[in-house]
């Protein structure tokens, strides 16, 4: 970045709404095709600002769906009563423009000098910035142990599934479905508790990193869970999203 | 520590207004409580959602540390709670 720019200089930019996928019901992936977008890495998240007709503005933060190299890209939950999300998931149209900035957050990032071996615990739409971290993985062709473990409402709701079902080289992902189940599921059907997360976390002695994303009831839990079964505090990185903040 | 609720957020929801404010990713910083010494990162203190400002808290005492509040495309930063701020 020297010579090109404030270092550090975070501006708003204008980007154009690319693709656009429907994930559930409920969520959606937008790509964006941001100009000058500096390249952001496996993790982080962008803020995104909407521009009312009479001025008001509202701004949320959202974490970057896509892998290092490739377009920004967002995937969003529809939140009913949410002042963003509806207008994201339900109005906006490939060819429209929104205003980010990004790529934002040095703290809640992998790369493979990182190592592992990993685990990734994903409550909801936490997914996301893990997704970015898997994709990461598997396009630098990094075989380093993962396990996603994997917490939705139901079978339904589970977002980049088609994916998932094709897991990359040593990773192994764990679904439990707290609300309903398909008929004849064998996988987890509850809350992530402490029995849970002693069958499928790397025991401590491997010196595994976690990932833990989620909404702040489901992080506290998780990664509590973590340093009850030995993980180091420093080792379990944590992010939270609020029931308004997504 | 105490358990956070799910309206609590955590630094990793400021980085963006860090970044525009400090210029460099904050999420990372390490900051010192000024009431009970307890050193963090950012990313891992406690955010309380705007109201009419940004609170940023402690995890091990609760005590107040940041205070951000935006008017009119001006930012108003409150950093007294803190005993220190270091960027990585």
């Given at each position: 970045m020297e010579g090109t720019a404030v270092r550090g200089r975070l501006t708003w930019q204008t980007a154009m709404v690319g693709s656009v996928t429907d994930e559930t019901p409920q969520v959606r992936t937008l790509m964006l095709d941001v100009p000058d977008w500096a390249g952001h890495r496996a993790g982080q998240h962008l803020d995104i600002r909407l521009t009312a007709e009479d001025g008001y503005q509202a701004e949320r933060s959202y974490s970057i769906a896509s892998a290092p190299g490739e377009p920004p890209a967002i995937t969003v939950e529809r939140l009913d009563d949410g002042e963003v999300s509806p207008y994201l998931t339900e109005e906006l149209r490939p060819g429209d423009e929104i205003e980010v900035r990004g790529?934002?957050?040095?703290?809640?990032v992998w790369d493979a000098?990182?190592?592992?071996?990993l685990l990734l615990a994903a409550g909801g739409s936490g997914v996301v910035p893990l997704r970015s971290i898997l994709r990461h993985r598997a396009r630098l062709g990094d075989t380093v142990p993962t396990r996603l473990l994997y917490s939705s409402r139901s079978l339904m709701d589970v977002i980049y599934r088609s994916e998932l079902d094709v897991p990359a080289d040593g990773l192994a992902v764990c679904y439990t479905l707290t609300r309903s189940q398909p008929a004849g599921w064998t996988g987890y059907a509850r809350r992530v508790d402490q029995p849970m997360l002693a069958e499928v976390a790397w025991p401590a002695a491997q010196a595994p990193l976690a990932y833990v994303c989620g909404p702040t009831s489901f992080v506290e839990a998780v990664a509590a869970g973590l340093v009850a079964l030995g993980y180091p505090e420093q080792r379990v990185k944590t992010e939270r999203f609020g029931a308004t903040g997504s | 520590m105490e358990a956070l609720e799910d309206s609590v957020l955590d630094g990793n929801a400021i980085g963006g207004l860090l970044m525009s404010l400090?210029?460099?990713?904050?999420?990372t910083a390490t900051g010192i409580c000024g009431s009970c010494g307890a050193a963090s990162q950012v990313a891992e203190l406690a955010v309380y959602p705007p109201g009419l400002g940004t609170v940023v808290r402690c995890?091990?005492?609760?005590?107040?540390l940041m205070v951000f509040v935006e008017l009119r495309g001006i930012t108003c930063v409150d950093l007294?709670?803190?005993a220190s701020l270091s960027p990585a």
């Amino acid at each position: 970045m020297e010579g090109t720019a404030v270092r550090g200089r975070l501006t708003w930019q204008t980007a154009m709404v690319g693709s656009v996928t429907d994930e559930t019901p409920q969520v959606r992936t937008l790509m964006l095709d941001v100009p000058d977008w500096a390249g952001h890495r496996a993790g982080q998240h962008l803020d995104i600002r909407l521009t009312a007709e009479d001025g008001y503005q509202a701004e949320r933060s959202y974490s970057i769906a896509s892998a290092p190299g490739e377009p920004p890209a967002i995937t969003v939950e529809r939140l009913d009563d949410g002042e963003v999300s509806p207008y994201l998931t339900e109005e906006l149209r490939p060819g429209d423009e929104i205003e980010v900035r990004g790529p934002i957050g040095g703290y809640f990032v992998w790369d493979a000098p990182d190592g592992g071996p990993l685990l990734l615990a994903a409550g909801g739409s936490g997914v996301v910035p893990l997704r970015s971290i898997l994709r990461h993985r598997a396009r630098l062709g990094d075989t380093v142990p993962t396990r996603l473990l994997y917490s939705s409402r139901s079978l339904m709701d589970v977002i980049y599934r088609s994916e998932l079902d094709v897991p990359a080289d040593g990773l192994a992902v764990c679904y439990t479905l707290t609300r309903s189940q398909p008929a004849g599921w064998t996988g987890y059907a509850r809350r992530v508790d402490q029995p849970m997360l002693a069958e499928v976390a790397w025991p401590a002695a491997q010196a595994p990193l976690a990932y833990v994303c989620g909404p702040t009831s489901f992080v506290e839990a998780v990664a509590a869970g973590l340093v009850a079964l030995g993980y180091p505090e420093q080792r379990v990185k944590t992010e939270r999203f609020g029931a308004t903040g997504s | 520590m105490e358990a956070l609720e799910d309206s609590v957020l955590d630094g990793n929801a400021i980085g963006g207004l860090l970044m525009s404010l400090f210029g460099t990713d904050m999420t990372t910083a390490t900051g010192i409580c000024g009431s009970c010494g307890a050193a963090s990162q950012v990313a891992e203190l406690a955010v309380y959602p705007p109201g009419l400002g940004t609170v940023v808290r402690c995890r091990s005492c609760t005590a107040v540390l940041m205070v951000f509040v935006e008017l009119r495309g001006i930012t108003c930063v409150d950093l007294e709670g803190l005993a220190s701020l270091s960027p990585a």
